[in-house]
């Protein structure tokens, strides 16, 4: 029998812990319970923010894409609607930060790239939603209620960015 | 409180001050929906009078246990009148948007509200 060895890197080691805290975080989100089906606080998005200001674009986008198919495995709706809803909400504010991280730090904190990615997430779920699961434009109905909750848990989101960021001291965080 | 508030960094404010205004603007944007254009009347589910909603006027129409009267009024129209036991229809009160039926059952009578687009009823997967 062959034996298959993966060379891994501390990286690699970080990016797994990582995307394992953000895939807790997705649970987490799932067991919430909220009145509207697609409101969700999205806290998983808090671990993508906080990867990207630590350790930079790359390792933002691999978190987030392992949260996203893990975490639709651990929660049984990979390759459903659900997930193809969660996987163009998440490369669409990937596309987002990718833009707005690089606006100057000393004027745009963590809630401003947290509010543009909570808008870039809906508008991805909204746009497969409306060109896929219901062709019908009385899906933007809805889209005002989802605006008002992304600005909301974007506000929340990235103030909770913000403090563990301030509370983390960076030498910590990078040999985490 | 302000713990939390000197998180925020000066662009953030303007993040979101701008944030909240396109999501206000788009309460009113969005649910505006179409513009409701004619009142359509069918009796046993056909169409007896379509009735434009640009100016006042009452309809008196002969249901199957009596005479039902619609109102109509710039931009909505309501069942003011039905012999029927339950009222249903008339307790609606006026209709405003594209798609909105009152039904008047005992009377075989409907009232609808028609826009510029026929919208779907509903749409299920």
Known sequence: ?176 | MNRWLNLLRPGDWLVVAVAALLVAAAFPLVWQGGIAEKAVVRRDGEVIAELDLSRKRTLEVAGAIGTTVIAVEPGRARVAADPGPRQYCVRQGWLKRPGEIAICAPSHISLQIAGRKKDFDSIAY
């Not at chain 1, 970080?14 to 989100?29: E, F």
Request: proline share 7%.
């Open chain 1, 1 to 176: 029998m062959q034996q298959i060895e993966l060379q891994t890197t501390p990286a690699d080691h970080r990016i797994a812990q990582l995307a394992a805290a953000a895939i807790a975080l997705s649970l987490v989100d799932a067991a919430i319970p909220l009145p509207l089906p697609g409101v969700k606080p999205g806290l998983a998005n808090i671990v993508t923010l906080l990867v990207l200001y630590r350790f930079g674009f790359a390792a933002a986008a691999w978190v987030t894409g392992l949260r996203i198919v893990a975490g639709s495995l651990l929660l049984g709706h990979f390759l459903s609607p659900g997930f193809f809803l969660s996987l163009s909400g998440g490369i669409c504010s990937l596309f987002m930060l990718a833009l707005v991280c690089r606006l100057p730090q000393q004027w745009f904190g963590p809630v401003s790239l947290s509010v543009f990615a909570a808008f870039a997430h809906i508008c991805g779920q909204l746009l497969i939603a409306r060109l896929w699961l219901i062709p019908h434009d009385g899906v933007f109905m809805l889209a005002p209620v989802f605006f008002a909750a992304a600005l909301f848990f974007g506000i929340i989101n990235g103030l909770i960015v913000a403090r563990l960021l301030g509370e983390l001291p960076p030498e910590e965080a990078q040999h985490a």
